[in-house]
């Protein structure tokens, strides 16, 4: 896909760590709290004593959520500076933050001494990625047999597009008016996304298309894949 390289990306999340942190503040944002969360914690079924890893996790907050139903978290962003914010304003819930690139298997395969996990989980990080199949690869290796992958990311049917559907590719945008530089996003089709849970011997079996503000067009699609 390209376009936009890694390095691109990362020094543009460097430069917005601040902001998304204090914007976000111990319980994120409307949206966040109303598109978002509702139904991936539906979908993720956290329990008490569950191992789980959550890749991408901005300033921690769901991390944080997790640990305090019960679970054992590990979080990891690809930021130093998110991950160090994340660590200061989550001293003591009980997450292991630790900066790891998702795109990049032999750190994400660092993990599995964590492991193996019940669960994975990922908020609004898939379009922020320049490549996801190390991710689900990894995390599905990561899993234990059952576990499952909730993942929610921007709709590429309604929210990713530019003048184009089928064909991945990257662009720049702002997630949050007033951001201190634009991001880069990357538009996959549901099909490039579906088959690639398929291939990596995913089962999905939970779907919800959650839109902000009682519009018709959804923001967000959150899937479950279930490590067959
Ligand atoms: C839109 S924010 C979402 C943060 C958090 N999950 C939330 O919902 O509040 C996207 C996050 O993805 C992280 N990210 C982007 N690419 C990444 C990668 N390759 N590896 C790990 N984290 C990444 C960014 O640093 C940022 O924290």
């Given at each position: 896909m390209a376009d936009f390289s890694l390095q691109d990306s990362l020094a543009a999340w460097e430069a917005n760590a601040d902001f998304w942190d204090s914007y976000m503040g111990d319980n994120s944002n409307r949206f966040h709290r109303e598109v978002v969360k509702p139904r991936v914690t539906e979908l993720l079924a956290i329990a008490p004593g569950d191992r789980v890893l959550e890749v991408?996790?901005?300033?921690?907050n769901f991390a944080a959520g997790m640990a305090a139903a019960g679970a054992r978290v590990t979080a990891v962003d690809y930021s130093p500076r998110m991950i160090e914010l994340a660590r200061k304003r989550h001293p003591a819930d009980g997450v292991d933050f630790r900066v790891t690139d998702a795109t990049d298997e032999d750190q994400l395969m660092a993990l599995a001494e964590m492991g193996p996990f019940d669960k994975a989980v990922s908020n609004m990080a898939v379009m922020d990625m320049t490549d996801i199949a190390p991710l689900f690869r990894c995390v599905a290796h990561m899993l234990k047999p059952g576990g499952c992958f909730v993942f929610a990311t921007q709709h590429p049917c309604f929210t990713t597009l530019t003048d184009r559907y089928l064909t991945p590719h990257a662009y720049m945008g702002e997630g949050?008016?007033?951001?201190?530089v634009e991001q880069c996003y990357y538009h996959r089709s549901l099909q490039d996304i579906l088959n690639l849970c398929f291939r990596c011997g995913f089962v999905v079996d939970g779907c919800y298309e959650e839109a902000y503000g009682g519009k018709e067009r959804p923001d967000v699609i959150i899937l479950r894949c279930i490590k067959a």
């Open positions: 991408a996790c901005g300033n921690g949050i008016a007033g951001q201190p």
